[in-house]
């Protein structure tokens, strides 16, 4: 099987703003990579770069809204978050810590600076997926799976580690469970130190360089960049021209339709329409703005 290699860098979108705390540069779907199912199982990806927010005593962030039929994955870089949800869920995520929200049949959620952090202001870095779920489980219960920096698993390496947040790396296996087969790592590497990574390779793939630079299949992606990554061989290798740290996506594509409309994705439109019924009778709980 012959080396994956590099189909795009992308030097990421113009930001826009979600809400007045999340400062995103929105990769897919809509923005470099149009095709909704290019990078399925993962459906969208925002990533809110380096940006120092100003103290305030109102909490910065997104009000009420709704989910159904995916997973939303906040993977924490610099920053603190609260999220509050209909099912009575909260909690704060800190530097390092990951919360994947299965949203499934419905959920209510909203989600924040934390106080702290407002308060005191500062960097604020992190990156929002969309996971998509199979038809069979679209209409799952919702659920929480807090991820603290503390339990993830690390492979070491040589200058540096790969962290297992989803899926494994030889044989060690990260905390989240998922409903498809699909792997979510940070890959941190000191300068000049080396990795070597393998997916299937119908799996679709990318990298989001968070910090520093490295050299993908002897191409150069820098801080803020995302590279894709063909569907043509299974290993690569990532060399780190500065410290660095990567987050690597892989999965194994759904396969099956997508509709999708603001904060519902499903199979069809029918289904769209009845979240749209059941968001309107209230049948997604009950959560305050305030």
């Not at 698993?153 to 790969?162: D, F, K, T, V």
């Not at 962290?163 to 409903?179: H, L, R, S, V």
Request: proline share 7%.
């Amino acid at each position: 099987m012959p080396n994956r290699s590099v189909e795009a860098v992308y030097t990421a979108p113009s930001p826009h703003m979600v809400g007045d705390g999340f400062r995103v540069h929105h990769f897919f779907p809509d923005g470099v990579i149009q095709d909704k199912q290019r990078m399925s199982p993962f459906f969208m990806l925002d990533y809110a770069s380096p940006f120092t927010f100003t103290p305030t005593d109102t909490p910065r962030g997104v009000g009420v809204h709704p989910h159904r039929g995916f997973e939303t994955v906040t993977i924490a870089y610099q920053g603190k978050i609260a999220h509050h949800d209909s099912a009575g869920n909260h909690g704060v995520i800190d530097a390092g810590d990951v919360q994947w929200m299965t949203a499934g049949s419905g959920v209510l959620h909203k989600e924040y600076h934390d106080k702290e952090f407002a308060a005191q202001g500062g960097l604020f870095q992190m990156v929002q997926l969309w996971v998509n779920l199979p038809k069979a489980h679209k209409m799952t219960a919702p659920r929480y799976q807090e991820l603290p920096a503390a339990g993830m698993a690390r492979y070491p390496l040589q200058g540096g580690e790969i962290e297992i947040i989803a899926g494994a790396y030889k044989e060690m296996k990260g905390p989240a469970a998922t409903f498809s087969p699909l792997h979510v790592y940070n890959v941190r590497l000191e300068s000049d130190a080396h990795c070597t990574l393998s997916f299937p390779s119908h799996y679709n793939t990318a990298l989001v360089v968070i910090k520093g630079a490295i050299l993908v299949d002897d191409q150069l992606a820098q801080a803020n960049q995302f590279v894709l990554l063909c569907n043509d061989g299974e290993e690569f290798k990532l060399t780190a021209t500065e410290n660095c740290i990567v987050l690597v996506l892989s999965g194994e594509p759904l396969g099956e339709p997508i509709a999708a409309y603001g904060p519902f994705l499903m199979n069809s439109w029918k289904e769209i329409e009845q979240a749209v019924v059941d968001f309107n009778e209230g049948k997604f709980g009950i959560l305050s703005d305030h």
